[in-house]
Nanobody, 126 residues
């Protein structure tokens, strides 16, 4: 089992950058695929980006490709989301998630992730 705690959210202007962190507890951090999801106001939770157990593979939603970068530090048990060139449509609650059901690729469905953080709010003003 793993517990996840996000941090780094806030209010920024369009074009700014923000870095989210997700710290994990538990002894098997490196055995989990990790991902960031977001839930805009009034909408369903959506996949943003995921990273494989080793960090060797990543998968980005088209909406953030080229602007967001995911990374993980297994020694520090932390996953990061660097967000550049932020847009108002990036406004959402961002969630960190961990899953172990799929091992050979980075899944995007919510159902493939078993553990979730409490979320951190990111607001981008125009």
């Amino acid at each position: 089992q793993v517990q996840l705690v996000e941090s780094g959210g806030g209010l920024v202007q369009a074009g700014d950058s923000l870095r989210l962190s997700c710290a994990a507890s538990g002894r098997t951090f490196s055995s989990y695929t990790l991902a960031w999801f977001r839930q805009p106001p009034g909408k369903e939770r959506e996949f943003v980006v995921g990273i494989s157990r080793s960090g060797g593979s990543t998968y980005y939603a088209d909406s953030v490709k080229g602007r967001f970068t995911i990374s993980r530090d297994n020694a520090k048990m932390t996953v990061y989301l660097q967000m550049n060139s932020l847009k108002p449509e990036d406004t959402a609650v961002y969630y960190c998630a961990a899953g172990s059901r799929v091992s050979n690729y980075v899944p995007s469905p919510v159902a493939d992730y078993d553990y979730w953080g409490q979320g951190t709010q990111v607001t981008v003003s125009s």
